[in-house]
């Protein structure tokens, strides 16, 4: 499971990437920008808690700071705007990813004991 985890949030590590500095035609659109941003990331940080469970301080950091990086790295493309609230939006939705991994982890290993 944590081999699997592992791979899957790579794999949205790299949708992630291509999204973000895509220019903005190749990017692909499902819905509102802001909910697509909030589901990648939760996921995103979904799979890194569960692939990663012991380091969730280094997780969270993790998915925060790929936030920003890809955030700041839209501000020297001229097709692409980087802007704080979109930012905002992402790190907040990994963070959460990565708490309800973790609760449901620990409520789970407290019901089996």
């Known amino acids: ?8 949030s790579v794999f949205l ?19 509102d920008p802001n909910l697509e941003r909030a589901v990648a990331y939760l996921l995103f940080g979904a799979a890194l808690a569960l692939g990663f469970p012991h380091h969730t301080w280094r997780t969270t950091f993790f998915v925060v ?11 020297i493309d001229p097709g692409r705007h980087g802007r ?7 790190a ?5 990813g990565v708490l309800i991994i973790t ?3 620990r409520v789970l290993r407290r019901l089996r004991a």
């Not at 590590?13 to 819905?31: C, D, E, K, Q, V």
């Not at 700071?65 to 501000?75: I, N, R, T, W």
């Not at 704080?84 to 992402?90: E, L, R, S, T």
């Open 13 to 31: 590590l790299s949708l992630i990437i291509f999204a973000t500095l895509s220019p903005i035609g190749l990017r692909p659109h499902l819905g």
């Open 84 to 90: 704080f609230k979109d930012m905002a939006v992402k």
């Open 103 to 105: 609760i449901a982890t």
């Open 92 to 96: 907040v939705a990994g963070i959460l």
């Open 1 to 8: 499971m944590i081999l699997i985890s592992r791979l899957v």
């Open 65 to 75: 700071g790929v936030a920003v990086l890809l955030e700041a790295l839209q501000l």
